[in-house]
Structure formats: structure tokens, C-alpha cells
Nanobody, 115 residues
Framework: QVQLVESGGGLVQAGGSLRLSCVAT????????MGWYRQAPGKQRDLVAT???????NYADSVRGRFTLSQDNDKNTVYLQMNSLKFEDTAVYFC?????????WGQGTQVTVSS
């Protein structure tokens, strides 16, 4: 049974940094395609950053240059380093895995940026 558990969210001032983590279990992690999405109140869930099939990274225009996606296959963990945070980055952040042609989501972690 695939499970994704996010952590690292919280309250931070604008300009600050946070690092989100997502630990995956129940899968062969190195074969999954991992990424992060976010959903602000009243808005749809949008891509933040994801690995692609060929191992490259894809970032939303709004976070490119500020956020960095990485993963540690030994720890079954994907990270999202978020720097220079802005008020508009406030959202619930979700970890997503594509594994064996199926999509899995974590429960989300709240990130709140105060202006």
C-alpha cells in the first residue's frame, strides 16, 4: 500500500525559507515520478515542481529560481527547498507520486507566509 507523508510546513515571514519533505512507503521509490503541488483557498491544485520521466525537473514559472526539488532514493524521500518565500506561496502543499501508472497523493502540509 503506497503512502506519502509530508512534513516541514509552517508559518514563515516573507523572504524566509522552508524545506518540505515527503516520505514514501509501499513502493519501489526509485521508479516513481515524484513532485509537489499546492492548493490555495478557493483555487485549484497547481503544479509546483516535478521530476519528469527522463529525470529532469519541471518548475512552475512562479517558483522557478526560488524553489528546488530533490530526492534521496536511500531515504525514499523527496524534498522541496523553498527560498525567498512570498505571501502568494501560501497554500497547502501536496506530494504526488506516479507509480505503476497510478497517481498517489499525500495528505498535504500547510505553508503560510506572512507579509
Amino acid at each position: 500500500q503506497v503512502q506519502l507523508v509530508e512534513s516541514g510546513g509552517g508559518l514563515v515571514q516573507a523572504g524566509g525559507s522552508l524545506r518540505l519533505s515527503c516520505v514514501a512507503t509501499g513502493m519501489l521509490f526509485r521508479t516513481a515520478i515524484m513532485g509537489w503541488y499546492r492548493q490555495a483557498p478557493g483555487k485549484q491544485r497547481d503544479l509546483v515542481a516535478t521530476f519528469t520521466v527522463n529525470g529532469a525537473t519541471n518548475y512552475a514559472d512562479s517558483v522557478r529560481g526560488r524553489f528546488t526539488l530533490s530526492q534521496d532514493n536511500d531515504k525514499n524521500t523527496v524534498y522541496l527547498q523553498m527560498n525567498s518565500l512570498k505571501f502568494e506561496d501560501t497554500a497547502v502543499y501536496f506530494c504526488r507520486a506516479i507509480y505503476n501508472l497510478r497517481q498517489y497523493w499525500g495528505q498535504g502540509t500547510q505553508v503560510t507566509v506572512s507579509s
